[in-house]
């Protein structure tokens, strides 16, 4: 997904006339590739106003606030989610403008914008924040909820911006970038992370605090993002879990990948060997296609024999039972 995500300032500028300003001035700036807007200006009762619009009934949603300021540097804004097409869903804020500093513009602007890409009953997934929070300390630093994650549990808040800045905001510094925050409906604080990336493995990967586990969260925000994902023509995701971490498989499945094979790896930065399950999802013309690096680059490799929840909760045969067999 692509999308803006800093603040955009647009100076509403008024030709000074003799008699009076000529107030009616308008900007826009296209969002989320063209699926929604932003708007600002002057109209003609003299009001700024500034307005998000989304286009398009599509499964998502924009969530961002809003702000004006007068020429007095008096400022309103307004934070709220999209929730209809154009108008009848918009996020707007007005003020009323003044005309008190002739070289000192009317402005407008939106700030914190986040892409909802799912609307069920559940989460909803949205583009992760600018910096990190209290949230994700809290997330990063449980001991738990990192045991299967390759990097060790944060301390403090300035490992986690640490951590943040190297896996979450450089993606975004990318022509295309997936990881989101995983925020409940009622608010707008990251209970968990997922993430797709852009290099040829197009790794999967999720985390969600505790209190939030077997709730089917992970899964749901999962297939909003897999559709996502399919939806921008990428031809395939990977994914991997630890042998042990069965539940992490299950949402796997549950999402509609394949396991395709298991390899042993000396783990980093944990330093301790590892036998990791890989899930594949192949989209349109990839039907037969197998992403081989794991299995090339360990020499200890097997296909195992196991069962498997689908999707209707019902327990399916993968090949037999625990046998291994050398491909």
């Known amino acids: 997904m692509k999308t803006r995500k800093r603040i955009l300032s647009a100076l509403l500028a008024a030709s000074i006339c003799a008699a009076m300003p000529v107030v009616a001035f308008a900007a826009s700036e296209s969002i989320d590739g063209g699926s929604g807007s932003w ?91 600018a910096a990190p929070s209290s949230y994700e300390v809290e997330l990063w630093e449980d001991e738990e909820v990192n045991k299967f ?44 992370y997922i993430k797709v990336d852009m290099e040829e493995h197009h790794d999967f990967g999720y985390g969600l605090r505790k209190e939030f586990w077997h709730k089917g969260i992970v899964t749901e925000a999962g297939r909003a993002v897999v559709e996502q994902v399919k939806r921008d023509g990428l031809p395939y995701i990977t994914a991997t879990h630890d042998r042990n971490n069965l539940r992490s498989g299950n949402v796997m499945q549950k999402v509609g990948m394949t396991y395709q094979y298991s390899y042993e790896e000396q783990w980093q930065p944990k330093n301790f060997p590892v036998i990791f399950r890989m899930y594949q999802l192949n989209f349109e013309g990839k039907n037969n296609f197998v992403y081989r690096k794991y299995w090339n680059e360990s020499e200890n490799h097997f296909v195992e024999q196991f069962y498997s929840l689908n999707l209707q909760h019902h327990r399916t045969k993968v090949r037999g039972w625990y046998h291994k067999r050398r491909i």
Not at 74 to 82: E, M
Not at 104 to 109: H, L, R, S, V
């Open 149 to 192: 994650l390759p990097w060790y549990p944060v301390k403090n808040m300035e490992e986690t911006k640490k951590f943040y800045d190297e896996r979450y905001a450089l993606k975004y510094a990318k022509p295309q970038g997936y990881a989101y925050a995983i925020c409940l409906k009622e608010d707008n604080f990251p209970i968990g």
């Open 39 to 129: 708007y600002g200006g002057i109209d003609s009762n003299h009001k700024i106003y500034s307005k998000v619009w989304d286009h398009k009934v599509d499964g998502r949603r924009y969530s961002v606030t809003v702000w004006v300021k007068d020429d007095n540097g008096d400022k309103d804004s307004v934070t709220g989610t999209t929730n209809g097409v154009d108008a009848a869903g918009e996020v707007k804020v007005t003020k009323t403008a003044s005309y008190d500093h002739i070289f000192t513009p009317n402005k407008a602007g939106y700030k914190d914008l986040t892409v909802v890409v799912s609307r069920s009953a559940g989460a909803d997934v949205k583009v992760a924040p």
